[in-house]
């Protein structure tokens, strides 16, 4: 068995505000195994990533969210252009990741042409549509679940993010080829270093503002959760509804009582997670998503939604809580509960543990040995 491999990497149609940090963390595990990595990339707006060991090549993309079928037409087009740089590109195993469950040709191409197809997904696109309210979505939550059974099919292997995803998504006759494949956390990097009692904001956010992520509910929340003057949250991320967030905060006549930080650099993101007691995640669907596992490494309590993988992370009572709904009233219920809890900081201990003991660079090294079924790392 090789202990090393020349990888391809194929990542998803991504919005000019979506973040390169998954991915980046991925190939930082990849390059474990690699003896070259070639990247094949979409983003709106072109990419800011430079990586002597990898080779990047940009697809050029159209992203049209409406309507539909100039959408298809674009993701279609996209699929032959990724198709026809993968022709042309050396490497043996092809890793489709972070929004390429629908990637078709391309997997179907791999699997005809004798490479490992590995599919890393962090949710069915089939689910997520399907929350639409249109009239069209379920006639495309049903073309997505089509096309979601061939390429889940055709893969070598099926890379869910993580254990519980299985049962979630149904996914479970392609049990045989499972292997989870979550990420890491910095563990050097991101540390508690300041009691969760003594930290400056109650409450905080930290994501994209966008409708999917929760975040107008969490600003609405926070007129009752902020009741007393002398109370503070904060909101770090950046995103579309950046002004709609000011302008619930200042209905609410709390706009000096949240600090909004903007974008952020991730280096500098534990010396904010430190100042903040309870993150709050109220996302209508995540995958596993990083700012939880930041959070939970930062000794932050996490109140989330139970969405996608985060019931693996979240316990509800031992290592953070579960939301019952998006809605304002229960992220102010759910905030509640947390903090009448008899031990809170027992609860960030117990999250802290759980990350060094899971979601520590060198774990997710081994899990992606399996993945590629390669027993050891590359020394």
Sequence with gaps: MRSQRDLVLITGRWRKDS????????????????DSITWIATKEGGLDYHDDCVHLIEVPDRLVEEPFYLNLFYHILHQLRV?????????????????????????????????EVILRSDGRPSKVYGMGKDQAAPIIERMFWLIERITYATASRLVPESPVMVSRYHLERYQHKIETGGLYVDTGLFISIKEVEKRRFRVGYVGRLS??????????????????????AMIIGYGHLAPVVARILSDGGIQHQVLCTGRIENRDLPRYLNEIQMVVLPSAFEGLPNVVLEAMACGCAVLATPVGGIPDL?????????????????IARGISRAYSHYDLAGITENARHLIEQQYTFPAAVERYGRVLGIPHPAK
């Design 314 to 330: 979240v316990h509800d009572g031992v290592t953070g809580f579960l939301l019952d709904d998006q809605s304002p009233e229960a």
């Design 83 to 115: 198709l026809s740089l993968l022709v042309r590109t050396r490497g043996d195993t092809v890793v489709f990741a972070f929004g390429s469950d629908l990637c078709l040709l391309p997997i179907i191409f791999g699997r005809l042409a004798g490479k």
């Design 19 to 34: 973040s390169l940090y998954p991915a980046e963390k991925l190939i930082t595990i990849l390059k474990a195994y690699a």
């Design 211 to 232: 409708e999917e992520k929760g975040v107008l509910a969490f600003a609405e929340s926070l007129s009752t959760i902020l009741s007393d003057p002398g109370e503070e």
